[in-house]
């Protein structure tokens, strides 16, 4: 069974970057299409960018051009890259192996002046 931990939140002024990074036990994470999601208070949660096996990569529109998704097959981890955040950013981001239903327990991250 595979087990998700997030990490690389805080709290960042608007405009800042952050990087995250979701490593896994139990199956390598580059033999497996990984995603991350995010959810603020009372909103639902919702899909920032995904990367399939094969490298292709997808993002919620509100964050293209900004936030970048990539894999570091030397360290095994699923890296979020996320740059000019917004208020609107803060949530807890989670990260995700969709097929194999497993969650992390999310990092938060806090856009704020």
């Known amino acids: 069974q595979v087990q998700l931990v997030e990490s690389g939140g805080g709290l960042v002024q608007p405009g800042g970057s952050l990087r995250l990074s979701c490593a896994a036990s139990g199956r390598a994470l580059s033999t497996a299409n990984v995603a991350w999601y995010r959810q603020a208070p009372e909103k639902q949660r919702e899909l920032v960018a995904a990367?399939?096996?094969?490298?292709?990569?997808n993002y919620a529109d509100i964050v293209k051009g900004r936030f970048t998704i990539s894999r570091d097959n030397a360290k095994g981890t699923v890296d979020l890259q996320m740059n000019s955040l917004k208020p609107g950013d803060t949530a807890v981001y989670y990260c995700?192996?969709?097929?194999?239903?497993?969650w992390g327990q999310g990092t938060q991250v806090t856009v704020s002046s």
């Open positions: 995700a192996v969709p097929t194999a239903g497993a």
């Open positions: 990367i399939s096996v094969i490298g292709n990569r």
